[in-house]
């Protein structure tokens, strides 16, 4: 079993894209948020600072993604179109990673993930985020 609270070795799916990363506590902030752009792409997301991450190969093969506000950055291998990580709108200061990046981890080994109401963003409520709903996952 992995020690999730090292800095883990993670990368795209065609792998011209690795970096490693650092989580924030380890994989106790797995989320994914009902807003329209996270919906479509289907992540489970871990935290980490914005100094937890590090690109170890194929920096240039990285392409940007924003929209709406243009706060959230999210990053993508140009070559298999693979989500990496973003820098988050409802916290500049962290990265979500996709966990399924990450060597060891699938986001099938998440029995439940808490679902954020990106629908109403948090950066545009006074009361914070709320939980939309719980996203189940069980082996057959």
């Keep these: 079993m992995a020690d999730w609270t090292e ?17 924030s506590d380890g994989l106790n902030t797995a989320r994914r948020c009902d807003c329209s752009f996270c919906a479509m792409r289907g992540a489970v997301a871990l935290s980490a ?15 940007l993604y924003t929209f709406n506000t243009g706060t959230a950055q999210h990053y993508f291998c140009k ?3 693979i989500y990496t990580h973003h820098q988050r709108r409802s916290d500049p200061t962290q990265y979500g990673v996709n966990a399924a990046c990450i060597e060891g981890l699938s986001p099938f ?9 990106g629908q109403n963003h948090p950066s545009d409520r006074k009361t914070g985020s ?7 996952f069980t082996r057959t």
């Design 7 to 23: 800095p883990l070795r993670a990368r795209c799916h065609c792998g011209a894209v690795r970096f490693t990363v650092q989580l």
């Design 49 to 63: 600072p914005l100094s937890g991450i590090t690109i170890t190969q194929g920096a240039e093969a990285l392409t």
């Design 79 to 81: 070559h298999c179109g």
């Design 109 to 117: 080994d998440f029995p439940e993930v808490p679902v954020s109401d």
């Design 130 to 136: 709320r939980l939309a709903g719980i996203l189940r």
